[in-house]
């Protein structure tokens, strides 16, 4: 059986450098992830106006039902077509990619240990932690660079879901974590930890 693994933790908060680290660690091919960011509903036949109003960091923005679904079956040894999805047009990409099992499947995102249908199915669970002001500067550079954004319309955007989405669900799953990451990827000892784990599973895989 494949070694299933938890990244979860705020917006901003180093879950993809952890992300990073994990599949140095592992080495190419042995990894399947899948990022909680493709499983967001899709809202593509919605006005683009109702689409960027949505509330993107609460759990009903995820197709939870379909992301458990292909879990399930990536440890069963089966490939799924895996959604992509726009940021910049708020809706799932029209092409999926075909993801393959490996012995090291990843679950990430915000709410990566907010279900308990994937928390069952996870042998070990993280949660990367990092100072509020770090993550919404992270967050404002990523979305200026990769998502199209305005300052003003991040801003807007923290302060109306983010920020609240974070406190209401996203911090209390930390108390499901096996592992608590703080500073993110910049946590050395915390990730030599995290290497040693994934290490020990990997050789009885």
Request: hydrophobic share 40%; proline share 8%; charged share 25%.
């Amino acid at each position: 059986m494949p070694f299933v693994l938890g990244v979860a933790g705020g917006s901003g908060s180093g879950k993809t450098t952890v992300v990073e680290r994990i599949r140095a660690i592992v080495g190419p091919g042995h990894l399947a992830l899948l990022p909680m960011d493709n499983y967001y509903r899709d809202l593509g036949d919605l006005p683009f106006e109702e689409r960027v109003k949505t509330n993107y960091d609460h759990p009903d923005a995820f197709d939870l039902d379909l992301l458990v679904e292909h879990l399930e079956a990536l440890i069963e040894g089966q490939p799924v077509a895996m959604p992509l999805y726009s940021f910049v047009e708020h809706a799932r990409r029209p092409e999926t990619e075909t993801l393959r099992p490996a012995p090291v499947i990843v679950v990430e995102g915000i709410l990566a240990l907010y279900d308990p249908r994937l928390r069952e199915r996870m042998d070990l669970k993280v949660y990367v932690d990092a100072d509020p002001d770090v993550r919404f500067i992270r967050r404002l550079l990523r979305d200026l660079r990769e998502r199209g954004r305005t300052t003003e319309s991040v801003i807007e955007q923290y302060l109306a879901s983010v920020r609240p989405m974070h406190l209401a669900f996203v911090e209390p799953t930390k108390r499901y974590a096996d592992l608590i990451v703080p500073v993110g990827g910049q946590n050395t000892p915390a990730l030599e930890v995290l290497a040693s784990r994934l290490s020990h599973a990997l050789e009885t895989v």
